[in-house]
């Protein structure tokens, strides 16, 4: 009996170490199984294109759901140039859907189907869709061609001869005012040769306070024609020339001053600002008889040029019918203007833009025949063939006979 017992138990000790190793590595395949279960499931959390080095904010801003950004950040981030404006952007992005477009060959021509195109990765870019579809990337290159096919009829247009000259002397012209100091803002008031006492009002209002502050960089000047008043022309060029002594602020050139060339007048507004103010930020082209709140204008201003690099702004003029009445102040013939009704455009009594934007409109001025009525000339017919979109806002916004 006690032979078998110790056989037993011999039997028994010989066991237990191949026991220990089988429960051993039960347990290591078991936390093994475990550890990769949690590495998937973290793997799947985490997108692909992730970024350990990326700052939080900007990735809430791409993974938010909803949130866009700035085709200007996409610029940054595309091109790798903090200061990247929306036309990188729109380079950037030509150029790669043109190199996909290409790559996709006859494979997508067999099957009619535009497989999955992935973008390619940049250094700096922190918002990268891991895939575009055929849809959305047919939409992007849609609108891509439009503003290409935009920008190129404008470069045709302007390569165009101009058909007309403004090339009217000057009589008075105070083409150093500019060149004197910074001048970030050009308040250019379009006034009539016997209205003295509005310019005298003008100078004392908001206009005139807010260029009177050297630290706001502006300046005031008048832009006027020849008197052709009966019997008083020569009397009135007496007096204006007293008033440029006394103030040096009125740009006269040597036209009819009259309500058919209200064109002409803010055209030589364009001109002059183009030719002997070319780096001043802004233009307000407002009229002697109205008030505007220049600071409230300025604060629009520099709003939308964070979002377009040329624009115009306004308020929107709802009458849109073209006067046809010959006895009508506002006649406007059909060799003038042939469609029963305007395009959409801004009143003149006030228009602000930046100085790119009035050397964009007189040159288009160049080209185009002038209209009558020259608010829709300038914001409805100019404007729109050098790509320049109008808008309105609350802010820049104006009222007649109110100076202060």
């Given amino acids: 009996m006690y032979s078998k017992s110790t056989k037993k138990s011999g039997c028994s000790r010989r066991q237990t170490p191949v026991q220990v190793a089988i429960v051993i590595m039960f347990f290591i395949s078991v936390f093994a199984n475990i550890g990769i279960l949690l590495t998937t499931h973290a793997k799947d959390k985490i997108p692909d294109d992730y970024d350990y080095d990326m700052p939080p904010e900007q990735r809430e801003a791409r993974d938010t759901p909803g949130k866009t950004m700035d085709l200007s950040e996409l610029g940054a981030a595309i091109t790798g140039n903090q200061s990247a404006s929306k036309q990188d952007f729109i380079k950037a992005m030509v150029a790669c859907i043109r190199e996909k477009m290409q790559k996709k060959g006859k494979s997508d021509d067999q099957t009619g189907e535009m497989s999955k195109v992935v973008l390619p990765s940049y250094d700096n870019m922190f918002l990268q869709p891991s895939a575009i579809d055929s849809d959305v990337l047919s939409s992007m290159n849609w609108t891509l061609d439009r503003e290409l096919q935009q920008q190129v009829s404008v470069f045709k247009f302007l390569s165009e001869p101009a058909i007309r000259k403004h090339d009217f002397p000057y009589i008075h012209n105070p083409k150093e005012e500019c060149a004197r100091r910074k001048i970030d803002l050009v308040l250019a008031v379009s006034s009539a040769p016997e209205n003295f006492e509005f310019r005298m009002k003008t100078r004392e209002g908001l206009k005139g306070s807010y260029a009177h502050e050297r630290s706001n960089n502006a300046t005031l000047l008048f832009f006027i024609g020849r008197s052709n008043h009966h019997n008083k022309s020569k009397r009135f060029q007496v007096e204006i020339n007293m008033e440029m002594r006394r103030f040096g602020d009125i740009v006269q050139e040597d036209f009819v001053d009259s309500y058919r060339n209200l064109t002409l007048k803010t055209i030589s507004v364009l001109k002059?600002?183009?030719?002997?103010?070319?780096?001043?930020?802004?233009?307000?082209?407002?009229?002697?008889?109205?008030?505007?709140?220049?600071?409230?204008?300025?604060?629009?201003?520099?709003?939308?040029?964070?979002?377009?690099?040329?624009?115009?702004?306004?308020?929107?003029?709802?009458?849109?019918?073209?006067?046809?009445?010959?006895?009508a102040k506002n006649y406007v013939s059909v060799e003038e203007y042939p469609h029963p009704t305007f395009p959409p455009h801004v009143l003149g009594g006030a228009m602000g833009f930046p100085v790119s934007t009035a050397k964009l409109l007189f040159q288009a001025s160049l080209r185009i025949?002038?209209?009558?009525?020259?608010?829709?000339?300038i914001s409805g017919v100019c404007a729109p063939r050098v790509g320049v979109p109008v808008f309105m806002d609350a802010d820049f916004d104006f009222k007649h006979k109110q100076w202060t």
Avoid: H
């Avoid at 709140?293 to 624009?311: D, E, I, M, P, T």
């Avoid at 025949?369 to 000339?377: K, W």
């Fill in 272 to 327: 002059w600002v183009s030719t002997f103010c070319t780096r001043t930020a802004y233009v307000i082209k407002s009229d002697d008889d109205v008030g505007i709140k220049v600071a409230y204008a300025v604060a629009a201003l520099q709003r939308y040029q964070k979002r377009f690099g040329n624009f115009l702004l306004g308020r929107w003029n709802t009458m849109n019918i073209v006067m046809r009445n010959k006895q």
């Fill in 369 to 377: 025949p002038p209209a009558g009525l020259e608010d829709v000339y």
